[in-house]
T-cell receptor
Framework: GAGVSQSPSNKVTEKGKDVELRCDPI?????LYWYRQSLGQGLEFLIY????????KSGLPSDRFSAERTGGSVSTLTIQRTQQEDSAVYLC?????????????FGPGTRLTVL | QKEVEQNSGPLSVPEGAIASLNCTYSDRGSQSFFWYRQYSGKSPELIMFIYSNGDKEDGRFTAQLNKASQYVSLLIRDSQPSDSATYLCAVMEETSGSRLTFGEGTQLTVNP
């Protein structure tokens, strides 16, 4: 079946501009996660959605970052007034969020470059 | 102290050998443990997960968990050049719900 999809695959933007990254989870997966991976760094958790609500948004690095999820499906991560340190690969994952079946499957990522 | 630590590597093994990847974690409340493989320029791909102490085998891969020692490992038997990748250890910590905390990964090279 279809996996997690993300768009765009690559995004180049100028410092100060806003960007929106999109994630479409695996059908039926109620949980959705955003992570980012900077060059030479491990994966860093950003935010977790269960349905349309975000019980854990503690990983968002600043108030320039926000995310929403609608219809229990697609999610958008928005970065306002981008900075060069925001350059990274932004990865989305989804899971069934059931006890014993909480494995997360990742999408291909969006590579963001802030010039 | 990092929450999840892995051998930074790189680890190099000859084709056909056993590759051993190690991971330690700091939160004793951690419940679930995952190994992901990440090829260069690609996203992480789930290899195995383990919840209970002991060994779990899946084909050429064996995950080992020792909660008392806060240690989880991945063994790859009969290593192939196609196994060359970065292996990420991830821990789901009881107190943080579903978030995964990742180690920085171990880069494995299998030489033909």
């Amino acid at each position: 079946g279809a996996g997690v999809s993300q768009s765009p695959s690559n995004k180049v933007t100028e410092k100060g501009k806003d960007v929106e990254l999109r994630c479409d989870p695996i059908s039926g997966h109620t949980a959705l996660y955003w992570y980012r991976q900077s060059l030479g760094q491990g994966l860093e958790f950003l935010i977790y959605f269960q349905g349309n609500s975000a019980p854990d948004k503690s990983g968002l690095p600043s108030d320039r970052f926000s995310a929403e999820r609608t219809g229990g499906s697609v999610s958008t991560l928005t970065i306002q007034r981008t900075q060069q340190e925001d350059s990274a690969v932004y990865l989305c994952a989804s899971s069934l969020r059931r006890v014993g079946l909480d494995t997360q499957y990742f999408g291909p990522g969006t590579r963001l470059t802030v010039l | 102290q990092k929450e999840v630590e892995q051998n930074s590597g790189p680890l190099s093994v000859p084709e056909g050998a056993i590759a051993s990847l190690n991971c330690t974690y700091s939160d004793r409340g951690s419940q679930s443990f995952f190994w992901y493989r990440q090829y260069s320029g690609k996203s992480p791909e789930l290899i195995m997960f383990i919840y209970s102490n002991g060994d779990k085998e899946d084909g050429r891969f064996t995950a080992q968990l020792n909660k008392a020692s806060q240690y989880v490992s991945l063994l790859i038997r009969d290593s192939q050049p196609s196994d060359s990748a970065t292996y990420l250890c991830a821990v789901m910590e009881e107190t943080s719900g579903s978030r995964l905390t990742f180690g920085e990964g171990t880069q494995l090279t299998v030489n033909p």
